[in-house]
């Protein structure tokens, strides 16, 4: 690369690096840095060739314009000013720091102690100013030319009420699928191949949930251990997508994933990580923000300003309070919407992002700014409600617009099917959209994600395979990850060939997968759930970049079948949307029509009175819903009409004769039944007042017949 010769003022009011076609700008926030450099190197990125000052600032920017820079250069900065950690600046020019608005970022962090920009070991810790230089094992950033053919590429845009969510890691669904050519297997062109796109298509799901995609890097006591941060919550740039999950080095080959996605009528939704950074606490390295204005980006104590406010488990918690730390998430969130054309976003540990001070303050200028915004109020918004400081659960209270993963309804179906006692109230509060959470705030029962396993926890088969978590394989002694997993092994703790244990589990896994589908709200299914992933008991593989994370796609009669039965019951989802209500049931007849929108039976056909609804022992029930009582219409005003059905709920381990109902005499047909060895076939019809045999520990769906 030739020297660059010519320096312009260049404008500050983008940040970044923004090729126009002729040359590049260049802008950087820093308010209390006293000189900003700009650091070229070679296309290996081993070698600094120049460094030009940024001698330009507007608004606390420093920018300049390189009219000989070019799509391909890689670069970083050197940012000089005051090292007081005990007033918590931190800056040293002895550290290459990573562009925040960086739209390609390339190569691995290489962990050495110069990284750090203290002395490792020293007496006084973080107070040693380190000079070492840190070019060498730092990734660089990487100017692009954003050109892309979109073509007539538009969003999905499915409805909320018609959605179907389906979590999944770029890299671990596609590593060892046999379909996908080598080369591409855990990329984002993986995910774009014909194979994949006809599996999600058949499996019916209609939005894709990646995890972290935004560049991350590895821990270092992971990378000590020979392990990674495979779930990719470490992130480090906000606007370049992960390098390790791209086959070809290129941007364009995310857009093309969308695209294909998109042209498959199929939603991506990316989990983003705005609450905390990869540069951890104040012992962590100095790889970005800590050196670019470390008392502008994160929160600190007041009392002692070298400390990080850890509202996340991880080190730190970038400070939302701040104008330009809010911009900068903004114009990431806006990014991907408008030049990668993402559909919505999962946040991660979002109630850090809403603390006004140190509570969470739901109407917080985080949220204000998101509704207002013209791009992103009309994207789709989910929220992890919680983070891991006072006040931060906050399930229920996220605002109007916002969907919330619905941990409620996790616990309550995993204890309801364990057997657990006490719960058939909250059971039937988390079947119906759990109104009690979002009801109260004008929110419709779409405002609640609900899911059985996502990726932190069990899987489905180890949900129903093991007693206790078995996290050997993290090398931390089993102590990590949750010990409440509301798990039951069905008899023996782990793999098994005794057929009678196996097929309570299969009978199991059936019960919580139509639980969770023939629920009102949104349903989100864990990739490998539908056909029996395993983790071998581990539930915490963060750092499992191998087999145990990684989808296996061997598939023997147990596993098709449970895939077989999966496609059936969101089959049913999409064709009946009394399974997907846009509003709440009200209990109560409307319009002359006899029946009640819902209806709640005891095993003898009759009303649940309130008496059976205390009863600790209590752990069957019936649910009339009525396709006649939508009380909606489709998007031509016109009314939407579907059939009755009966859904019967037994998590005893006995048999229980249920008394079927005879609304206006038509009897019934069953459509299914998660007690037979695949949960599909019917088996006949049934006449109002008759018996219907409902197993132990099984769920039934019959639907009523036409009249004649």
Avoid at 567 to 577: E, F, N, S
Wanted: aromatic share 10%; hydrophobic share 35%.
């Amino acid at each position: 690369m030739k020297p660059i010769n010519e320096v312009w003022p260049g404008r500050s009011l983008q940040r970044g690096a923004l090729w126009d076609g002729e040359g590049v700008n260049f802008a950087l926030f820093s308010e209390h840095a006293e000189k900003v450099e700009l650091c070229v190197f070679d296309p290996t990125g081993r070698r600094e060739l120049q460094r030009v000052e940024l001698v330009e600032r507007t608004d606390q920017v420093f920018h300049c314009y390189l009219p000989e820079a070019r799509p391909g250069m890689l670069y970083g900065y050197r940012v000089h000013g005051p090292y007081r950690p005990e007033q918590g600046q931190r800056f040293n020019a002895h550290k290459l720091l990573l562009d925040p608005y960086a739209r390609n970022i390339v190569g691995s962090l290489r962990w050495s102690d110069a990284l750090y920009g203290y002395t490792v070991g020293h007496k006084r810790g973080d107070l040693s100013f380190d000079r070492r230089d840190s070019a060498q094992g730092m990734p660089k950033s990487k100017v692009i030319d954003p050109a892309f053919t979109w073509g007539d590429d538009r969003p999905p845009n499915v409805p909320w009420h018609h959605m179907v969510i389906y979590e999944m890691h770029v890299r671990g669904f596609t590593m060892q699928h046999p379909e996908v050519p080598p080369p591409l297997r855990g990329t984002y062109a993986g995910l774009a191949t014909a194979p994949v796109i006809e599996y999600l298509r058949r499996l019916g799901v209609t939005t894709v949930e990646l995890m972290p995609v935004h560049y991350f890097v590895d821990d270092r006591a992971l990378v000590q251990q020979g392990l990674r941060n495979f779930w990719g919550y470490n992130t480090i740039g906000y606007f370049a997508p992960e390098a390790m999950y791209s086959a070809s080095g290129k941007v364009n080959e995310f857009k093309t994933m969308v695209k294909t996605l998109h042209s498959a009528g199929l939603e991506v939704i990316l989990d983003v990580v705005y609450n905390h950074t990869a540069e951890g606490n104040e012992f962590g390295p100095t790889l970005c923000f800590r050196g670019l204005d470390n008392s502008s980006y994160y929160r600190l104590s007041q009392e002692e300003p070298r400390h990080y406010m850890d509202y996340t488990g991880c080190g730190n918690t970038l400070d939302m309070q701040h104008p330009r730390v809010l911009q900068m998430l903004m114009d990431s969130l806006r990014y991907w919407v408008t030049d990668m054309h993402v559909d919505g976003f999962r946040f991660d540990l979002a109630s850090a992002l809403a603390r006004e001070l140190h509570e969470v303050d739901r109407l917080g200028a985080f949220f204000d700014i998101l509704r207002q915004d013209p791009v992103l109020s009309r994207v789709k918004l989910i929220a992890e409600p919680w983070d891991l400081g006072e006040g931060g659960y906050q399930v229920g209270n996220f605002p109007p617009g916002w969907a919330e993963w619905n941990d409620k309804f996790r616990d309550t179906m995993r204890a309801c099917w364990r057997g657990d006692g006490g719960l058939i109230g909250d059971f039937a509060r988390r079947l119906t959209g759990s109104s009690d959470l979002y009801g109260r705030s004008g929110r419709s029962p779409h405002a609640s994600i609900n899911f059985i396993t996502a990726h932190d926890g069990f899987t489905l088969r180890d949900l129903v395979s093991y007693n206790e978590k078995h996290n050997e394989a993290n090398l931390e002694d089993n102590r990590d990850g949750t010990d409440n997993n509301i798990s039951w092994n069905c008899g023996v703790e782990g793999p098994t060939d005794d057929p009678a244990i196996l097929a309570l589990r299969a009978r199991q896994s059936r019960n919580l997968l139509a639980t969770l589908l023939f629920s009102q709200g949104v349903p989100m299914l864990t990739a490998g759930d539908e056909i029996g992933r395993t983790q071998q008991g581990n539930n915490n593989a963060y750092c499992q970049d191998n087999e145990i994370s990684w989808v296996d796609w061997t598939l023997d009669d147990a596993r098709r079948h449970l895939l077989a039965f999966v496609r059936r019951v969101v089959d049913l989802r999409r064709r009946h949307p009394i399974f997907r209500r846009r509003h709440f049931f009200e209990g109560r007849s409307l319009l002359g029509v006899e029946a009640k929108d819902i209806t709640w039976l005891k095993p003898d056909g009759t009303d649940m009175t309130d008496q059976e609804w205390n009863h600790d022992f209590t752990r069957c029930l019936g649910v009339f819903l009525s396709g006649s009582r939508l009380d909606e219409t489709d998007s031509r005003g016109r009314p939407v009409i579907d059939d009755d059905f009966i859904l019967l709920f037994n998590a005893h381990d006995g048999q229980i004769p249920f008394t079927l109902p005879a609304f206006d005499g038509r009897g019934w047909t069953l459509l299914l039944d998660t007690a037979r060895d695949d949960g599909l076939l019917p088996d006949g019809e049934f006449a109002g007042q008759s018996s219907y045999p409902l197993e132990g520990r099984s769920l039934a769906l019959l639907q009523k017949l036409p009249s004649a």
